[in-house]
């Protein structure tokens, strides 16, 4: 089921190995080895259920834990006008932040768990495998100022030249408020240009700003 899983953090016994059946289109039976069927009313237990007697209360939607994740660029650097100067510009100093940061400050309570719903979701954005790179490196404790960090660059804006750097960043939001993040990818993209416009790989006009 992807992302969507229920987590249990005791000791595990026969009646806590649970498996999914599908009831309907829409729904899924939560089952345990007693023939138990997980309900949600009056309280999250197991009832004795069977084909022929199915509580409405035991019917599950399962749903993504992260459902959207946006991919945005932010310039980090530029644009320089370059284009009159018959020598190089600089070197400048840039810092570039990388990792994950999240939006909540209330704390992750089951971090494995969390960093598979990303890795999960983040799986099918574009630039994916750069993206899983920083949920694999900084994803690792739950003390989370470890997981964004800063790396310093040097650039040179070349002569007759426009130039910008440009960071992706993957905005990540969840069904739980507390899911929400920021994912951003340590790989940053130099723009070059001989005129006042840059362009992508094709040759097209782009605005760094809403690629």
């Not at 309900?39 to 009832?47: E, G, H, T, V």
């Not at 404790?141 to 790396?151: A, Q």
Request: hydrophobic share 35%.
């Amino acid at each position: 089921f992807g992302n969507m899983h229920i987590s249990w953090d005791q000791s595990y016994h026969e009646s806590n190995l649970f498996t999914f059946e599908n009831f309907s289109e829409k729904y899924v039976l939560i089952k345990n080895s007693t023939t138990g069927c997980l309900r949600a009313s009056p309280k999250i237990n197991l009832q004795s259920c069977d084909k022929f007697r199915i509580y409405l209360s035991a019917h599950w939607k399962l749903v993504p834990r992260i459902k959207a994740i946006e991919i945005k660029p932010k310039v980090v650097f530029g644009p320089i006008d370059n284009l009159q100067n018959p020598f190089p510009d600089g070197p400048y100093t840039i810092t570039v932040q990388r990792g994950v940061t999240r939006t909540q400050t209330s704390q992750v309570r089951d971090l494995q768990s969390y960093k598979a719903s990303l890795e999960s979701s983040i799986s099918q954005a574009v630039a994916s495998v750069e993206f899983a790179y920083e949920i694999e490196n900084t994803v690792t404790t739950s003390e989370e100022t470890s997981w964004i960090r800063t790396e310093t660059r040097t650039v040179t804006v070349p002569a007759h030249s426009k130039y910008a750097v440009v960071q992706f960043v993957a905005d990540v939001k969840g069904e739980l408020d507390e899911d929400a993040c920021q994912i951003l990818n340590g790989n940053i993209k130099i723009f070059v240009s001989r005129d006042k416009y840059f362009y992508d790989d094709d040759g097209n006009k782009i605005n760094i700003y809403t690629l």
